[in-house]
Structures are given as C-alpha cells and as structure tokens.
C-alpha cells in the first residue's frame, strides 16, 4: 500500500469547514469526491486537522492511500481540474506507509486578520474592529503570557472528545501589516476546537480595555471556557502552514 500526502488551499467561506458533516457540504467531502471521480471509486482522506466553517486554509495536507504506485504530479493536475475554484491542489507527495497527516505534523501556524477601517476589498477576509483602534502593545504583552502555559481549556470548545487540552505554543504575536491592517499569528505543535477564535476573542478584550494582562492570564489558569472572550468570526481566520519531519517523505 502506498500512501501519499495532498497539499492544498482552499477558501471556507461556503463550506461547513473541513470535516464531512450531515447536513452542509465540507472541504474533506468536496476533495473525496474528486478524489473518487479521478480514481474512480471511494477513496477516505485523512486531514491535518478540522478548520471550523468559514474559516479559509493556505496550507493543509490531508493522507490518502492507494494499492499501486501514482504519478504525483498527474494526480495534482487531474484533482485541480475537477475540483471548484476555491479549492487547489499544491502537489502530492508519496510518503512513508505509516505517516499520518495529522499525527505526525509536528506544527501548525494560524494567521487571524483585523482591520480598524472599513475596506470594501478585505471584509471577507478580515474582521473589522469597531470603534476605538485596539492596544496592540497590551495585546502583544498579553500574546506572550501563552508560553507560559500548557492547558488552554479555557479556549477550548466545550465537550470535545479530544484526551487533553495541552498544547505547546511556540509562536504568538500581533503584527501591523498596514495602516489599518493587522495580523495575529499563532503557531502551535496541535490546537483545540475553536482554540484560535478564542484566544483572538479574549485579546482583543484586552486591547479594548475590558481584561488587563493579568486578568488575561488568570483566564488561562481558570481552565474555564466561560472565563474567556467570546469567540472572533471565522471568516478572518487562515490556517497558514503544517510541518513534517522531513524523513516521512520517499519523493
């Protein structure tokens, strides 16, 4: 058996994030299907992780299988041809039999937009900041307090069926990209359902005055979902890049 890694983009806004769900159409379903159009027949695909819906990924890597061995380049080719425009295949690339795509990711690395203007040209991929422009310096102060923990259930969706809420931050910082533009970005060795919304959520509380970063940190400690901020919108949100060691791949 033969097992290949798909690195691909997508934009969320229309789908129900990446997981196959009941009722809404999925990133997961929509490339199974093509999948399965190509080599014509089911073929499961096993992602890096769930994005939530609406949010948009420049980077994922999903695993599939296959008995004999592929073309790789024809099989990217083949996939962006049938798949909707708002989704592309980077590559593929054969891997090791027993390299998982989300067990084995040794990183992944979020991006969350904020604008403090209105601009026609970013609302679908930035959540606008109403009123007074947030502290960013307090935000960062508060940003840096992340690395001193490993349980972040209090950014956790509620009732998961994950074993643990550890995580191990290695990245978390605001930068500005433009007068009004500003970027989070947050990298982590794995993340908890809805872990990033929520972080963002709660610093932009202490950007506005509402949580010092004192009382950001005792969020933290609080180990409480309803200690936190209320979650940010997911439209501003890009998971941005996931990282392998580099002994999984035969190509």
Request: proline residues 3%.
């Amino acid at each position: 058996m033969h097992r290949y890694f798909i690195y691909m983009a997508y934009d969320g806004t229309r789908y129900h994030g990446w997981q196959i769900q009941p009722n809404g159409i999925s990133v997961q379903q929509t490339l199974m299907e093509a999948l399965a159009t190509f080599m014509r027949r089911e073929v499961e695909i096993v992602g890096a992780g769930r994005t939530d819906a609406g949010v948009h990924a420049r980077l994922m890597v999903a695993h599939f299988d296959w008995e004999e061995p592929l073309d790789t380049a024809a099989v990217a080719e083949k996939l962006n041809r049938i798949l909707p425009p708002d989704i592309s295949v980077y590559k593929v690339r054969e891997v090791r039999a027993d390299a998982h795509a989300r067990f084995d990711a040794t990183y992944r690395t979020y991006h969350y937009y904020v604008s403090t203007s209105k601009s026609p040209f970013s609302r679908f991929y930035s959540c606008r900041i109403l009123g007074e422009s947030p502290d960013f310096e307090q935000m960062n102060k508060a940003a840096k307090t992340l690395f001193d923990y490993i349980d972040f259930t209090s950014f956790s969706k509620l009732h998961t069926d994950v074993k643990t809420n550890n995580c191990r931050i290695m990245q978390a910082y605001w930068k500005q990209l433009g007068e009004n533009e500003w970027c989070f970005t947050i990298q982590a060795d794995r993340f908890l359902r809805n872990m990033v919304r929520a972080i963002v959520g709660t610093l932009l509380e202490v950007g506005k005055g509402k949580l010092t970063v004192d009382g950001f940190r005792k969020v933290i400690e609080a180990k409480d979902r309803g200690r936190a901020g209320t979650s940010a919108p997911g439209h501003a949100l890009f998971l941005e890049d996931v990282g392998y060691p580099e002994e999984l791949f035969l190509d």
